[in-house]
């Protein structure tokens, strides 16, 4: 193998694959990365995978030498992205072909490897059915749900997004049991697809996370291609592929829980909710994350309240369209945080019936995306 | 005590005490702070003292009515480092004077502090001569040298900076027994006192680090005075005070162990020379962070190089101009780097003897600072 590339190119590439290689597998080859030189069509391949999460990245380079290598990710990363910018030869070393010779401007370095046979298969999901998904679509979908997913591996299911497609939407849902988002992006004739789009997965947020990554520097009207067969799916931009596996199990049917009518309604003005519910919480977190609204429809002012008891206490007023009966209800203000930054308007329509029952928090105006969370009970 | 000032001065001297203040100390109180209002003059004053270090800083504020009170100093720095831009009032309740109702335009939170009668007494030093220090020595000599003391408390003494003055000088020295750093810094006839300028104290590096803080917003021509008692010294530039519990013991007599002559000398451009050494050290870090420099008079190079053995080796190349025979010297990277990174210059000289003897790193020019390593026996 032989090949030079820009040191920029090369970095960045390695970077975007290094994400998914993990620190201590329990196969030593799974801490390298997969180095493949295709000299016929002038292309160098990287690919990482713990065997659950994969990259694989494609880019244009001078080879010499068709071939392949497998080198220790985090070492091949940390050398490449100081190396300063200009071009960088890689070459398999003539006495011992899993050591490479790393030539750059200044200097030469040896890195030895683990010979590619070793390496896993990565997935081709050759067999599935194409679907065609709009980038600016999974853009909006996963800033509005990968928060909500839950971050603990006992929660199986629930650390994923469920996805949801037909030919007229996309609906993204997560939900860590303690608050719920939901986003549906509609889709344009333009994307819909040969074969029927009539889809119900869910992914594992960390892979989703990855896709974010890699779409971020994409254009918001490029598509992606998703394939899905039995037990894993694929995202397929071209020059980069994630596989992932797929999460098993019947995802709650989230939909019954978001009430259909609702007694009273309050718009607030988004940013300054947040600023003054991050004021707040300097005291609420200080004991149990616990900020009370009280609304007040004749003033059209909601009072943000914290006792934080032997500490002390804290009040913020913010001005607030109310309708229905005025009244109080309190909320982990943790939860509240991350759906109110997640949420993609101006001002923000906050809906509920009773104060133990479920609240909607919604954009006025814009994207369609619901986030609900249960009150916490306040004991008078 | 009630007192009106701007969100953003209150937040400043905030931040700047709270910095002493410890987290868990073994009485309550400590971790508060000290809040003094004084409506004659117009001032009011916070204090953070760990009864080994401590800051006290004073501002022009709108009192209403003297007092003193302490409370919570990371309680309060985050609420009021949050609140938006704008007036602020801090008043004692009405029901219990140890509360402080602090009132914003927005809002209004009550934090429960306690009695200030509590609080230990901050040392004042009265009786001390007082040593005047222009503040531009000061900035250079702690950035030479503070990076140089050792972080490890057992090693007591050279936890802190040794500080030497006289009429015409002063001199900043710290070691961690691995290294040494010398800043030489000329006194200029205006900064001579009135009483004799004849100074030898050990600073705790942790002291110096604040002081490098507050004196970093003040003008290079401005000078700081320095008081030295017994037991402890104190530096104040007027609205604010440093105090700090000296160094006991003797400082190790450094300047014998700088060579007086040398056999070999390298100059070498600084910045890339860090660059450098900062891309052996990926390989460097993996193993034994030894690095080797192996000078060559002819070709007027050093080649750096690393051998992390089963992992790989690495080698740089770098212009310099050698006088003396060519020969090998191995460093810790760390230390190196460290020392390199402090240099004022763009140019630095490398000047040694033997091997297994000290090699002294000095900028070409400007600056009078002595870098001494100690090199590592290379095993052939």
Redesign the interface.
Known sequence: MQFTSSQSELSNHLSLVSRVVPSRPNHPILANVLLEADAENGLVSLTGFDLSIGIKTEFAANVLKSGKVTL?AK?LN??VS???EGELTLKQSAQDEE?INLVST???????GLNASQYPNFPTLDEADPLILPIAALIEGLKGVLFAASNEDTKQILTGVHLKGNQEQLEFAATDSHRLAVVETPLEESASQESKLNLSVTIPAKALRELERIISSRLEDETITLYVSDGQLAFDSGAQRLVSRKLDGNYPAYSQLIPKSFKRTAAIERKSLI??L???S??AD?KNHLVKFSLDTKKSEVE?SVDAQ?????????AADITGDSGEIAFNVKYLLDGLKALPSTDILMQFNEPNQPVIFSPLGGAKMTYLVMPVQIIK
């Open positions: 220790p070492l940390d050398i100081r190396l300063p050591t200044s200097g030469e370095f040896q890195i030895r600023s003054k991050e004021l707040v300097v005291l200080q943000l032997e500490l002390g206490n804290a009040k913020e007023i913010i």
